[in-house]
């Protein structure tokens, strides 16, 4: 007695694919989510079928978010690496830890395994997607499984063999502080208005009403009338000056006594300044697959 496979399949669905289903510009998919089928089981993948007519393609670029951050930041040793077919891992490997290209590849001229060269290796292509992504040294520390203190070494070396990464990642950044976005590749935008806030709203609780206007009808003589905004601007003052966590709790509760709540927007604005990089290398990532199935 065998298994058999049902001529029909066991349930039908018409997936979904949408244009723009991540904030970057990539495509997603939906109703079933096609992007997340395991690839190291054969058989689950053996589940989907195109419908009469169609057929499934899968397809991907050879380091495409890497290639583009080279063509953005016109760094000449990482398109160097690319010209002459080099493995960029490997080649930014024997920058940051001082040794032979032939040291950081996962096999040596003989086809033997070579694990600490591959260990090399993956560092840095963590470290690589770390930075495009805009993660922290942290982050990077916990993905090449050391301590910060390695992986800020690491990030140091890495800035230091390719300055002009460094230059355009600080350059975005600052023409994103400027306009309130950035741009891929072809000029497609991204809007990341949370990196123009103050670092500190301080306001009115919601229903309080400033004390400064009394009984005031906002419909009745309201001319040349104006919030009284010497409070707000007090405790602006006193938080921006702070210099430890309990001096801003300090403050807060006291303005909260008043009415005034203060709001820390440190949050909203690095992850709006971690944005800006992985904005326009993932959009313009987004956007090349885009042109290219167009064009195919």
Known sequence: IGLGIPAEPLFRSRDHFNQYG????????????????????????????????????????????????????KDENMINAYKKGKDLYAT????????????NLELYPDGTLNPEGKKRRGNCKSLLLG????????????QIGGTIQDAQAIVDNFYKSYPKVKKWIDESEEFCKAHGYVEDFWGRRRRLPDI????????????????????????????????????????????????????????????????????????????????????????SAATMTKMAMVKS
Do not use: W
């Open 92 to 103: 930014i490997a024997s920058g940051v830890y001082h040794n032979n290209y032939e040291d």
């Open 196 to 283: 123009l806030l103050p670092k500190f709203t301080v306001r009115y609780k919601p229903g309080v009403a400033d004390p400064s206007l009394g009984d005031f009808n906002p419909f009745i003589g309201c001319a040349n009338r104006q919030t009284n905004t010497s409070l707000i601007a007090q405790y602006t003052t006193q938080v921006n000056a702070a210099k430890s966590r309990k001096q801003i709790d300090d403050i807060k509760a006291k303005a909260d006594k008043d009415g005034i709540e203060i709001i820390n927007n440190g949050g909203f604005i690095s992850s709006a300044q971690r944005q800006c990089v992985n904005a326009r290398i993932q959009g």
């Open 22 to 73: 991540a904030a970057t510009g990539r495509f997603s998919s939906s109703d079933p989510n096609l992007q997340q089928v395991p690839s190291h089981n054969k058989e689950i993948r053996m589940l989907f079928k195109a419908s009469p007519g169609c057929i499934l393609v899968g397809s991907d670029y050879s380091q495409q978010e890497p290639r583009l951050l080279a063509a953005f930041s």
């Open 131 to 142: 930075i495009m992504y805009g993660r922290g040294v942290n982050s990077i520390a916990e």
